[in-house]
């Protein structure tokens, strides 16, 4: 008879940690956090009964330390340790030292975590277990030289890989000979640098790739179930950005197909609790043959919730069941497919600016509002009950879901020492397109202040004709976005909505300056009349404030009614411009507002008339000329310089490598020319737009 834990520790930090406690704390187990110097305030610290700081930032001396991590577990009395994802969730050694503690992981056996935590390994097994390999060389790689010749017999283009990475660190896509030269030392370093391990494979790289995946779940009796697909093809930088399930390209038998296979997979090797096999899908093949086997993940993945929303489970619950020794409450004949679910993730970066990482305090953190959460729970009910996989009974079939899964808060601080995500926003609806407007709505509510955000990004993909098309692969933010991101298309009516929400906001904050009292001079009269200046163009605006609401005049035009009051200091706005629903967020940036909606952050001028007329003779202020300086494009550690005062350099060539966020980044130079000085020096932490290497 299987027993409940009464106490575990999370050996993890920020969203997941925070969403492991809180199934923890509806079971009735207490939680354990631990924390670094770094997260010493941070929400899962204060969510847990109890707290052990582990040591300073740096993950290497603090949550990739294992004897910590047990350390903690004997003077706390926990008796499992649940590992989340990264960090020490893949490593054999984690799991062997607390089984040798008598500790309970809750994840799968080390000898499982083995044979499919290692890439090269793990290839080799799904071949004998007969599923489908991409083609490539799966032993390992010594030198540049070695790598070249292998991706020439491969044929281009190859995809080089840590053997023990993941999370989209430690791969490199190489078109030529050249790509290869200059990405594989990288490519060992980041493996050793993340992971502890710097061997490298080659593989094909599939054109037109789709990325879908399945989760699998079993337990210690020997059953294992497949819990549908998710579909992860929109990524940047191999990093997944949007997570979706069902997937839009898998049909039943597909689906069926590929989870019987996952299956066979995870039971040649003894597997149970939760898992992922990583499938690439040759999105050009209609008839859903040409599936592979990519890898899998032996841990809770970060997209898990999209598969909770659609099945109704609780995949942490699951698995602290499992590990308890509970023998799974339902069969696949069970597992229900219901609705459609879709996840963003919502990082700290500026996608106006090359999506360079962004550090420093949240200011403000306002999610949007959050419907009652539907995941079935077992808490109340024996391991043999048949769970709560269908919707719950009275949900209606228009409803739509919101959740938020995160681990920060107001003043709290994104780290240049962990991943930059702030948030995963998952929506439910019956439908893909009501799960995708959803989002939109939501997007527009996210309100985060203090530093960079993707949420512009992320709606603007979420209002992507193809992406809404469904044909998508995982080439697709950079086949849509060779230019960079520069905010999602407006159409005419939208920046209408916003030129006179603009006046609006500048007329009610002026009459509101010219209340203050012990002014000098007679009383200021507010004129009706502004300027709006957006997208490059004037717009004439009238506006007259009323109880509730505001008239407005758009270039002579007919009347329009704004129902929906701003008051200054505002940040969100809810307003209902001529029967269209506008959520709004207002910013004041230097004299001018900027105005972010739909997927877009509008900067706004808003003058008086003569005012407006008298700037159009005002002097431009000319940029400085920084051609001859390389800058520091983010927060991070300068890892490698690459030259020295006189050498020449020509355009593109690498100059120096930059770490930041546990990624590495190669900065080359603009143009020819000579270095002059080099003001910085590898081991140094450089601050955004601080110098590297000054040219002459």
């Not at 066979?264 to 690439?280: F, M, N, P």
């Not at 919101?402 to 926003?425: C, H, N, Q, T």
Request: glycine share 10%; aromatic share 6%; proline share 6%.
């Amino acid at each position: 008879m299987s027993r409940m834990f009464k106490k575990i520790l999370i050996a993890n930090r920020g969203e997941i940690a925070c969403r492991v406690i809180r199934t923890a704390r509806r079971m009735g187990i207490k939680t354990v956090a631990v924390y670094s110097d770094a997260d010493a305030r941070s929400p899962h610290v204060k969510m847990a009964d109890e707290a052990v700081r582990l040591g300073p930032a740096p993950a290497s001396e603090s949550y990739l330390k294992a004897e910590l991590i047990i350390d903690a577990c004997k003077a706390t009395g926990a008796e499992a340790v649940h590992p989340g994802y990264g960090f020490l969730s893949e490593r054999e050694s984690f799991a062997k030292a607390l089984a040798k503690e008598k500790i309970a992981f809750i994840g799968p056996p080390p000898k499982a975590i083995a044979a499919m935590g290692d890439k090269i390994e793990s290839k080799k097994l799904a071949q004998k277990a007969g599923v489908n390999v991409v083609p490539g060389y799966l032993d390992d790689i010594a030198t540049t030289a070695e790598a070249v010749k292998i991706a020439k017999g491969i044929g281009y283009p190859v995809m080089m890989k840590a053997s023990a990475g993941g999370g989209g660190k430690g791969m490199r896509l190489a078109w030529s000979e050249q790509d290869v030269r200059e990405g594989f030392d990288s490519v060992k370093r980041e493996g050793l640098s993340s992971f502890g391990d710097d061997r490298v494979f080659i593989e094909k790289f599939i054109e037109q790739p789709r990325h879908i995946e399945i989760q699998l779940l079993g337990d210690q009796h020997g059953n294992i179930v497949y819990l549908n697909e998710r579909e992860c093809s929109i990524q940047r930088r191999h990093q997944k950005v949007i997570e979706e399930a069902p997937s839009p390209f898998v049909t039943p038998e597909m689906r069926r197909a590929m989870g019987e296979q996952a299956v066979a997979l995870a039971r040649a090797v003894g597997y149970y609790s939760a898992g992922t096999v990583e499938l690439i899908v040759n999105g050009a093949d209609k008839s859903g043959k040409s599936f592979y086997f990519l890898e899998m993940n032996t841990r809770l993945q970060v997209e898990h919730p999209v598969t909770e929303e659609i099945t109704g489970l609780d995949l942490v619950e699951q698995m602290i069941r499992v590990a308890a020794g509970e023998k799974l409450g339902f069969t696949q004949g069970d597992v229900k497919l219901d609705g459609w679910a879709v996840e963003t993730r919502v990082y700290a970066e500026d996608p106006y600016r090359g999506f360079l990482p962004s550090t420093g305090r949240v200011v403000r953190y306002w999610p949007p509002k959050q419907t009652e959460a539907v995941i079935a729970s077992e808490a109340k009910q024996s391991s043999g009950a048949k769970v709560g996989l269908p919707r719950p009974s009275g949900a209606r079939n228009d409803e739509v879901r919101v959740r938020v899964d995160d681990g920060v808060a107001d003043g709290g601080e994104v780290s240049m020492f962990y991943d930059p995500m702030i948030a995963k926003l998952v929506t439910w609806a019956p439908t893909r397109e009501a799960a995708i407007d959803a989002q939109v709505g939501a997007l527009d509510q996210f309100v985060i202040d203090g530093i960079s955000d993707n949420v512009d990004f992320l709606s603007a993909l979420m209002q992507h004709p193809r992406f809404r098309s469904g044909n998508i692969t995982t080439g697709f933010i950079a086949e849509e976005y060779p230019d960079g991101f520069a905010g999602a298309p407006a159409e005419a009516q939208l920046i209408a909505d916003v030129a006179v929400i603009a006046g609006m906001v500048a007329t009610i904050t002026d009459e509101r300056a010219a209340e203050i009292d012990g002014q000098l001079g007679p009383r200021t009269h507010i004129s009706c009349d502004r300027v709006v200046c957006i997208a490059g163009e004037e717009h004439r605006v009238r506006i007259k404030p009323y109880k509730g609401g505001t008239l407005a005049v758009l270039d002579g035009g007919e009347l329009i009614d704004i129902i929906g009051r701003w008051v200054p200091g505002q940040r969100l706005l809810s307003a209902i411009v001529d029967g269209r629903r506008r959520i709004v967020q207002v910013r004041r940036a230097g004299r001018g507002w900027e105005l972010q909606t739909r997927g877009r952050t509008h900067p706004v001028q808003v003058l008086p008339p003569h005012v407006a007329a008298l700037s159009k003779h005002m002097i431009e202020k000319v940029p400085p000329d920084l051609s001859r300086l390389l800058l520091a494009p983010m927060p991070g550690l300068l890892t490698r310089l690459d030259v020295a005062v006189g050498d020449k350099v020509e355009p593109g060539q690498p100059v120096a490598v930059m770490e930041a966020m546990k990624m590495e980044n190669i900065l080359r130079a603009g143009r020819a020319a000579t270095v002059k000085a080099t003001p910085a020096k590898p081991g140094d932490s450089l601050a955004v737009d601080q110098v590297i290497v000054e040219f002459e």
